[in-house]
């Protein structure tokens, strides 16, 4: 069973210079407070593949583990776990008129077991969307008004 939260809003900026942040993890995780515990491990096998640890607090739960982040395409930043809890993440930019960008995030968690598992991942599933949309405002208001 698996719970996905999905969020998005307008950043005004252009499209590439909202990616360049957005998409590049060592600049995006440590602006968004929601990610309690961060850290580059190193290239994996396939090109354009990165091995990092990522946790997202959502309550008393740490969302995370060692993450495969793929870096292949343009204006999209996406992992998938390698360890740890079951889950996915993926932002992408996208335009929205000639200087503002939409950006969508969307994270889903699957959790093992019948009954005990499915009613933790409905209260994920709000939890998450809430940390979802805190992060995605942070990095709002950092492009809008914090960035040069």
């Known amino acids: ?27 995006v ?8 515990r961060f850290r580059f491990i190193g290239p994996l096998d396939e090109p354009e593949h990165e091995e990092w640890e990522a946790f997202l607090d959502v309550g008393t739960l740490h969302i995370g583990g060692a993450v495969d982040v793929d870096r292949t395409a343009d204006h999209h930043l996406a992992w998938t776990a390698l360890r740890g809890t079951r889950h ?16 969508t995030m969307t994270m889903t968690i699957s959790l093992s077991g019948l009954v005990m598992s499915r009613i933790a991942e409905q209260f994920a599933r709000g939890i998450m969307g809430r940390h979802l949309d ?5 990095l709002r208001h950092h492009l809008e008004w914090e960035q040069g």
């Open 1 to 27: 069973m698996s719970s996905t939260a999905t969020v998005a809003a307008v950043v005004r900026r252009p499209r590439d210079e909202v990616s360049a942040f957005a998409t590049d993890p060592a600049r």
């Open 29 to 36: 995780l440590p602006l968004i407070s929601g990610f309690g």
């Open 88 to 103: 996915t993440f993926d932002l992408t930019v996208e335009p929205d008129g000639p200087d503002s960008s939409l950006v």
């Open 134 to 138: 805190a992060a995605l405002q942070q």
